[in-house]
């Protein structure tokens, strides 16, 4: 078997006192999409945000791309170029204009030439129908549409790795489609991508395999049409059993 | 012949020398101004960081700028450090000198204010496409603090030009130090000269002052209608 993307050995986190996630173990195939699942409050963010180090952990190892990950800050800077994230609040910078908040890594972190950046930030904007947009400011776009332009935002670094924690949750029903659909552009293109999501139509369409954490542990990680048909754990039949499709 | 009071203010070279002495206290806002507040950036940024001795002594710097009464400072610094340290400045640069230490101060509890009512979801944003800590804090933490910073710090200015009336204490030839001198030197001719120069001193410091502070309640107003 080739070379795993991401390899998660007994992740442990907790909060002070709190144990918020037990022995997690994980391993992300280069090219695959992994989708995870469980209720709210068990860790789905957490275990995300130790991906990208915006959470510390108390032990456990990452392995990226065959190299072991030492997690301090400046692995971490280095490392998010390569893993990008979008979150469930659109943030993009609402100083900048939608050119300058996708050009601000290429430019700033990866020291790219402006030409280069421009033409791929451009290009990317026109993948996600926003090609006009480039000199607005957040303010002037509706959700949806941050939201496609926060992807951007972390694809023009040319990640290898992509985490969306709910990133259509906070969407108007009628904004959330666009955002899939680019979504299913990156999973055609083989991005490797971890997704947390509540649209349980789409977990079933783009999954290669399913995640399912209950209270801080993973309970199944199974290829994805395994578990939609045919859930190994009862929790994951109850969970499946209480979500719309 | 009954003299108009208002004369003493244009008698020989009395309105020139008012004025001379409204430049030195704008200078020496100006000049103190600009240090404080671009040392304030600094120390109010370092505020934010978890650094437990950092942020205690900058704390502790704040709170002695803030307890210690502008005047005692001023007279620590003209007549009581020059003795002790053998070190001898002008009156002029030692009001600099503790005006920029006061403006920092207070300016650094304006900016870490701002600072940390950014969201924390930008300052993770920031992180997630690989920005380092200086780069957060002037790429996306400052940009969006100091619409924030803004009619606090003009408020600061307006404190800063005002103070400046106590600097005849350490023998600044200022406005205020000026007009008193000229009250005394026309006290036989102009017996109520006090309420003219004095008067025309509240004007200058009014001309000055208003519209910096109209301005801050102006800012205030629509930044309370935006949020
Ligand atoms: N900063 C924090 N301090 C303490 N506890 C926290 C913190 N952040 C999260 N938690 C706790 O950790 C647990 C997991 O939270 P997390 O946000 O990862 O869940 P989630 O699966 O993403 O939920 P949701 O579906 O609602 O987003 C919850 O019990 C939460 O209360
Ligand atoms: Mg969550």
């Not at chain 2, 208002?6 to 309105?15: D, E, K, V």
């Not at chain 2, 404080?36 to 710097?61: C, D, E, Q, S």
């Not at chain 2, 001198?181 to 000269?193: D, S």
């Amino acid at each position: 078997m080739a070379t795993p993307l991401l390899q998660v050995e007994h992740l442990e986190k907790s909060y002070g006192d709190v144990h918020i996630l037990h022995d997690i173990n994980l391993t992300i195939a280069t090219g695959s999409v992994t989708v995870l699942l469980g209720p709210s409050g068990s860790g789905k963010s957490t275990l995300i945000r130790c991906l990208n180090g915006l959470e510390d952990f108390q032990s456990g190892q990452l392995t990226f791309s065959g190299q072991p990950v030492t997690p301090n800050a400046k692995t971490w800077q280095q490392l998010r170029q390569k893993i990008g994230m979008v979150f469930q609040s659109y943030d993009l910078f609402p100083n900048l204009t939608v050119l300058d908040n996708i050009l601000l890594g290429p430019l700033k972190v990866q020291h790219r030439s402006k030409a280069e950046a421009q033409e791929q930030a451009v290009k990317l904007l026109k993948e996600v129908g926003l090609a006009d947009y480039q000199d607005a400011y957040p303010r002037q776009l509706s959700g949806g549409q941050k939201q496609r332009i926060a992807i951007v935002r972390a694809l023009a670094l040319n990640p290898e790795f992509m985490l969306f924690d709910e990133v259509t949750a906070s969407l108007d029903p009628e904004m959330v489609r666009g955002v899939l659909e680019v979504l299913r552009n990156l999973a055609q293109q083989k991005m490797t991508m971890l997704v947390v999501t509540h649209e349980m139509n789409f977990a079933r369409e783009i999954a290669d395999q399913v995640v399912f954490l209950e209270e801080g542990h993973i309970l199944e990680q199974t290829p994805g049409q395994q578990f939609f048909a045919n859930p190994q754990t009862e929790r994951a039949q109850i969970f499946l059993n209480s979500m719309d499709f | 012949m009954a003299h108009s009071g208002i004369n003493i203010l244009f008698a020989g070279q009395n309105f020139t020398r008012l004025l001379g002495g409204l430049w030195v206290s704008a200078k020496i806002s100006i000049v103190s101004l600009v240090i404080g507040i671009l040392l304030g950036l600094l120390l109010g940024a370092l505020r934010t960081l978890k650094n437990p001795v950092l942020r205690t002594i900058l704390r502790l710097y704040l709170e002695f700028f803030r307890i210690v009464p502008t005047v005692v400072l001023l007279f620590l610094f003209y007549y009581i450090l020059p003795k002790n340290f053998n070190v001898n400045l002008s009156a002029q640069i030692v009001a600099m000198l503790v005006f920029a230490l006061w403006v920092a101060a207070e300016m650094s509890d304006i900016v870490r204010g701002a600072l940390i009512s950014v969201p924390r979801h930008q300052k993770e944003a920031g992180m997630a496409i690989g920005l380092n800590g200086p780069q957060l804090y002037r790429y996306v933490l400052l940009p969006q603090a100091v619409g924030l910073m803004i009619p606090a710090t003009i408020n600061l200015m307006t404190r800063v030009i005002k103070t400046t009336s106590l600097l005849l204490l350490i023998s600044v030839m200022d406005v205020v130090n000026i007009g008193q001198q000229i009250i005394e030197a026309n006290r036989q001719v102009y017996p109520n000269g006090a309420f003219w120069v004095y008067g025309l001193i509240f004007i200058l410091y009014f001309l000055l002052c208003y519209p910096l502070s109209a301005w801050a309640r102006h800012l205030e107003r629509r930044q309370n209608n935006n949020a």
